[in-house]
C-alpha cells in the first residue's frame, strides 16, 4: 500500500513497551476519523439546538470543524505514540483526514437531502396539515415559479448570489466551488447523459 512496514528485525530490536504501544494505537488510529464523525454529528446537533433560527449550514460548517479537530488531534496523538517512521506517521494522519473528509461529505449531504429536497418539503406539509391536503393547494403553493422566486431569494439572503442593476450576478466564492464540485461527482458517476433530479 505504500506505506513502510517494519521488518521483523527492527520490531525485534524495538522495547517491549514500545513494540506494545505500537500495537495498541493502531485501532486508535484506525477508529480517529469515526470519532471524528461522531464529535461533528453531535457538534451539529448542539450547535443548532442552542442556535434556534439560524440558518442549519451554521451549525454544519461549525460541526465540521469540531470534528476534524478530533481526528487530527486523535490521530496526531496515537502515530506519536506508535514506533514508525516520519513518513508513516504523515501516511496515517492524511489517510485519516481523506477518510474524515469522505464521512462528512456523506453526513452534510444527508443533513442537506432534509433541509433542501422539495419532496421531503411536499411530505412534511402534508404531515402538518393532518394527514391530507388537496393536491391544487400544494400545487398553488409549490409552483414551479414560486419555488424557483423562494430558492433565489434565500440565496440572495445567504450571499450566495448578489443582486445588481435587476441582474443576479454570483456572490460568495465557496457556495460556486461546492456548486462545480457536485457537478463533478455527477459526471463522474452518471456521465454527461445522466440527467439531475429535481
Not at 55 to 67: E, R
Not at 102 to 131: D, H, K
Amino acid at each position: 500500500m505504500g506505506q513502510h512496514v517494519l521488518d521483523m528485525a527492527a520490531i525485534a530490536a524495538l522495547p517491549v513497551g514500545r513494540v506494545t504501544a505500537m500495537r495498541d494505537m493502531y485501532p486508535l488510529v484506525v477508529a480517529a476519523p469515526v470519532l471524528g464523525l461522531a464529535a461533528y454529528c453531535l457538534a451539529q446537533i448542539l450547535v443548532a439546538r442552542f442556535t434556534p433560527g439560524r440558518s442549519p449550514y451554521h451549525s454544519l460548517k461549525l460541526g465540521f470543524v469540531g470534528g476534524l479537530i478530533v481526528t487530527l488531534a486523535v490521530s496526531g496523538w496515537a502515530v506519536g505514540r506508535m514506533a514508525i517512521g516520519l513518513e508513516d506517521r504523515i501516511g496515517f494522519v492524511v489517510l485519516n483526514l481523506l477518510t474524515y473528509l469522505a464521512l462528512a461529505f456523506g453526513y452534510f449531504n444527508f443533513v442537506n437531502l432534509t433541509v433542501a429536497s422539495l419532496r421531503i418539503r411536499l411530505l412534511e406539509e402534508i404531515r402538518e396539515a393532518g394527514g391530507a391536503l388537496p393536491a391544487a393547494t400544494l400545487k398553488a403553493a409549490y409552483n414551479s415559479s414560486e419555488v424557483v422566486a423562494i430558492r433565489l431569494q434565500r440565496l440572495v439572503q445567504g450571499g450566495h448570489i448578489v443582486e445588481k442593476d435587476g441582474r443576479l450576478h454570483s456572490g460568495r466564492l465557496p457556495f460556486l466551488i461546492v456548486a462545480r464540485i457536485f457537478d463533478g461527482l455527477h459526471w463522474f458517476i452518471f456521465g454527461r447523459r445522466g440527467k439531475k433530479s429535481p
